[in-house]
């Protein structure tokens, strides 16, 4: 077991486990799941929180050719760190490092003429083309170009690329809910992606790539994949919604595991109360356990008296509010010691609970469950190593 990130003191109070051999075989069962076509490793907010470049490389290991990112700072940092696989980037603003990301050979989303103008100007400064993804909205209504302003944007583009400023590699938009099978908006959406991808073409468009498809779309809509597919959670081994399917069900292993120790066990009287505004209250003697990570380290304010863990082989809930940096779990009078593991959540094989169930305890999903834990808490990339 290789450790590719360690911090040993902040380490004995929490730590997030990242398996890049679980990485890589979700990466290769995606790969098998969509085949025909190439797979994009989605490493946007530090690889949904379980480390960038780590899961990049491991990720490209497995089979990836592309990697995705939102902001235009994350895909330059993977060309820096000497990433040499495709990198598309779709979130940019005006007045963005368009000459950097042009210069780093990185692939720009467009969404609207100005953008156009922008990565222009910037090609200009450069003196070499810049490599331009065209996206469509077909009906997510965020990023993307609106049908009715599609052809100026396509005619645009063809121009600058006759010009020798930009080169068209691919046609791309987004699903808004191909999480929830059977959705109306998913065939309305593939119908009007098909028109304006055909529109495209019919004006001389020639991508390199055409894609839709999301980790649900991949997992479960054969016809949305296209050139390539865009894994995201998938990749990190959380479905995108239960009524998907299970990790299980896709031959998918969570990445990430979420451990701590017990920094305080003690006894109290019945009566007593627990954490701020003393919503918790102990029906009798007990003993606590103080968990030494909070909302600063993203564990959310919202697992207040619901969120699950193991100790000592059983589950607990956390007992009150979940503070700044610890929470209490009532241990009904067990006394395991100080320093004890307490396994926030992780692949649920131990029987352990899984981000999944933390998302259902919070009323939210397991995205933003992995995403926000914050950078107090130090990632530990194991299995680094392909083995043998």
């Not at 980790?215 to 998907?244: C, K, N, Q, W």
């Not at 919503?279 to 564990?299: E, F, K, Q």
Request: net charge neutral; hydrophobic share 45%.
């Amino acid at each position: 077991m290789s450790k590719t990130a360690h911090a040993p003191s902040a380490s004995l109070r929490a730590r997030a486990e990242i398996d890049l051999g679980a990485l890589r075989a979700n990466v290769r069962a995606l790969r098998a799941r969509a085949a025909g076509a190439a797979v994009m490793a989605v490493v946007k907010s530090d690889a949904y929180g379980h480390g960038a470049l780590p899961c990049a490389r491991a990720a490209l290991e497995a089979g990836a050719t592309w990697l995705g990112t939102a902001t235009p700072e994350e895909a330059l940092a993977l060309r820096a760190a000497g990433l040499d696989a495709r990198i598309l980037c779709w979130l940019w603003v005006p007045g963005g490092p368009w000459r950097q990301a042009v210069e780093a050979d990185i692939d720009v989303s467009l969404s609207g003429v100005w953008a156009l103008r922008e990565v222009t100007q910037a090609a200009r400064e450069a003196r070499r083309p810049a490599r331009v993804q065209l996206k469509a909205d077909t009906g997510l209504g965020r990023n993307g170009c609106q049908p009715a302003d599609w052809a100026e944007l396509v005619a645009g583009a063809l121009r600058a690329e006759a010009q020798g400023l930009v080169r068209i590699t691919g046609l791309w938009s987004h699903f808004a809910c191909a999480d929830e099978p059977g959705h109306p908006s998913i065939a309305a959406q593939l119908d009007r992606f098909r028109e304006m991808l055909a529109y495209a073409e019919e004006q001389g468009v020639r991508p390199e790539v055409r894609h839709i498809a999301n980790s649900p779309a991949t997992l479960t809509l054969p016809a949305t994949h296209f050139d390539l597919v865009r894994t995201g959670i998938a990749m990190y081994g959380i479905s995108p919604s239960p009524e998907v399917g299970t990790p299980a069900d896709f031959g998918l292993r969570p990445v990430m595991t979420l451990r701590a120790a017990l920094a305080l066990v003690k006894q109290v009287p019945g009566g007593h109360g627990i954490s701020y505004g003393h919503h918790y209250v102990t029906p009798g003697a007990t003993t606590l356990g103080l968990v030494p990570v909070g909302y600063a380290d993203g564990i959310p304010r919202h697992a207040s008296g619901t969120g699950p863990l193991l100790i000592d082989g059983k589950w607990r809930t956390v007992a009150g509010r979940v503070a700044m940096d610890q929470f209490v779990v009532d241990l009904g009078g067990d006394r395991p010691a100080v320093g004890s593991e307490v396994i926030l959540f992780g692949p649920g094989d131990r029987g352990e609970p899984t981000a999944e169930d933390w998302a259902e305890a919070c009323g939210t999903i397991a995205y933003e469950i992995v995403t926000r834990i914050g950078t107090r808490v130090p990632r530990v990339h194991v299995n680094g190593q392909e083995p043998g």
